[in-house]
């Protein structure tokens, strides 16, 4: 297979990859792959070589420049890359929108024997390929065994890898993270060592979880005792402004076992740098005793709880858990705490919302009465986070102990600090036989609209037909098909099922029944909004513009 790029704008397709040579079988077998294109419309891909008809003999790394309408081989060649026979293998990982390529390069030695794999940076503008990742002493084994990757690449060029930890001729005893800053084009190590991050023989690991735009890093690094024997994982954070890797988590107390056991994760980063994460609760030498969430704020360089506990959220012995499940720009954290009884008997979840300007948490969801099963069990699911802090997710129904009945989409305004049950109040959304009500959220814009489904049941009755809605807590509901304009009926429609996309709240696609359809038999909507002067006319939405091909 050959690679190409088409350009509209002189309607031409360009062959790209390597050819030729050492890329060609002597029967004429070549073969390339693209990796990556970006938004300049540089791509970044490889080529295999061939011995022979066509023979395996490794990879190698290519860029195509639109602009030179080029394309460079990249990555280590050459003494230490390349066997006796010309095997050799470069592959790239990453490519950003400034064309710096990250990738690695198989090191070589005799006909084919690995030796380990280094990493480098590709840099379109002076074209040159930098290694990066740490080499030499510690990092080398007496017979040149060295390993290096790369596992983030940011739009900077930032790149945050690993590199091993050897001694002896090859004996594995850890890794060690870094981050590549291609501005002083210098590699500096991240995480922690020494202590209690190192065994008595000197094995040591850190990982590498997330990089953000301004090179920021979260990570964990591994806590030993002995040998290497794992005594738990402390998070950190390396901020490149400051050229430091500070902790994160929760330590010490319930935290931490009588040994010294303790364990942290991260969640999510953020641009800010805010970290969500959760660190476990530990009992005795190393018990596990639940896991409560927390967010790092990097201005105040301090980590701070979060979730809810206490309570119904707190086991006789101490047992609790929470997790996040998202987090935005503005450093809201939306989350869920399950509800405990006994030693740690799981009876349901909560759901919240972590403010960081506040330092609140707030319950989220709908609880009590149709949500609370007679012994105290409720669930609520997180289901989106906009950016604006706005969360919608769902609360299952219960009859009895917790027998469920359905479950009814909720909205939560941190505006208002409010959860709203968009149906609430909605004629024949509830099966009179036994209380049974579904709805559910299937789209949050970040301008705060939700865009779902709910059943409807005609004189409280079976059959159900789903209808579309869509709710804001200033705008209140309306069922979409109501909104068409000129009715829906005169459209052609009966029923808009479900919303499934939406661009900026200028289309709504989902499904539906046009035209007599039943059952499975559906078509496709396109809604567009009518432009009008007022927010409240935005529920004013359009006519549709296609029916759609039926499918089954």
């Not at 790029?5 to 002597?26: I, K």
């Not at 290694?131 to 060295?146: L, M, P, R, W």
């Not at 450093?331 to 869920?336: D, K, L, N, P, W």
């Amino acid at each position: 297979r050959d690679t190409w790029v088409y350009n509209p704008v002189t309607n031409t397709t360009v062959q790209t990859g390597l050819t030729g040579g050492a890329y060609t079988g002597s029967a004429g077998r070549q073969e390339s792959f693209n990796n990556f294109q970006n938004q300049a419309g540089q791509v970044a891909g490889y080529s295999l070589r061939y011995t022979g008809v066509n023979t395996d003999n490794g990879r190698d790394a290519w860029v195509y420049n639109p602009f030179t309408n080029t394309t460079t081989q990249i990555g280590f060649t050459g003494t230490g890359y390349t066997g006796s026979a010309g095997f050799q293998f470069s592959f790239s990982n990453f490519q950003n929108e400034a064309g710096q390529v990250a990738g690695y390069s198989v090191r070589r030695t005799g006909v084919d024997t690995y030796r380990g794999v280094d990493t480098w940076v590709y840099n379109p503008v002076t074209n040159t390929t930098t290694q990066i990742g740490f080499t030499g002493a510690g990092y080398t084994g007496s017979a040149g065994f060295q390993f290096s990757l790369n596992n983030f690449q940011n739009q900077a060029g930032q790149v945050a890898g690993i590199s091993n930890r050897y001694t002896g001729v090859s004996t594995f005893i850890g890794e060690d993270t870094w981050v590549y800053n291609p501005v002083t084009n210098t590699t500096v190590q991240t995480g922690f060592t020494g202590g209690v991050y190192t065994g008595s023989a000197g094995f040591q690991v850190s990982e590498n979880n997330f990089l953000n735009e301004a090179g920021q890093v979260a990570g964990r690094s591994v806590r030993y005792t002995g040998v290497n024997t794992v005594n738990g994982r402390d998070t950190w954070v390396y901020n490149p402004v400051t050229n430091t890797t500070v902790q994160t988590g929760l330590t010490g107390g319930v935290y931490t076992g009588s040994a010294g056991f303790q364990q942290s994760v991260n969640n999510f980063l953020n641009q800010a740098g805010q970290v969500a994460g959760y660190s476990q609760r530990r009992t005795g030498v190393s018990t596990f005793n639940g896991e409560d969430t927390w967010v790092y704020n990097p201005v105040t360089n301090t980590t701070v709880q979060t979730g809810l506990t206490g309570g119904v959220y707190t086991g006789s012995a101490g047992y609790q858990s929470s997790q996040n499940n998202f987090q935005n720009e503005a450093g809201h954290v939306a989350g869920r705490s399950n509800r405990v009884t006994g030693v740690n008997t799981f009876n349901g979840q909560d759901t919240w919302v972590y403010n960081p300007v506040t330092n609140t948490t707030v319950q989220t969801g709908l609880t009590g009465g149709d949500y609370t099963g007679s012994a105290g069990y409720q669930v609520s699911v997180n289901d989106f986070q906009n950016q604006a802090g706005q969360v919608a997710g769902n609360s299952r129904r219960y009859t009895g102990v917790s027998t469920q009945i359905g479950q009814d989409a909720w909205y939560f305004d941190p505006i208002t600090q409010n959860t709203y049950q968009p149906t609430l109040g909605v004629p024949d959304s509830i099966r009179t036989s036994d209380n049974f009500a579904f709805s559910s959220i299937s789209i949050l814009t970040d301008d705060g609209f939700a865009l779902g489904y709910y059943s409807v049941f005609a004189g409280g009755l079976d059959p159900a037909v789903d209808r579309a809605f869509i709710f804001r807590a200033d705008l209140g509901f309306s069922d979409l098909g109501d909104l068409v304009d000129g009715g829906l009926s005169a459209a052609g429609w009966d029923t808009l099922l479900r919303p499934e996309f939406q661009t900026a709240m200028q289309f709504i696609v989902g499904n539906g029944y046009f035209d007599g359809q039943t059952g499975d038999s559906r078509s496709v909507f396109v809604m567009k909004l009518i432009p009008a002067p007022s927010a409240l006319a935005l529920l004013g939405l359009g006519g549709l513009l296609a029916a759609g091909r039926r499918r089954r």
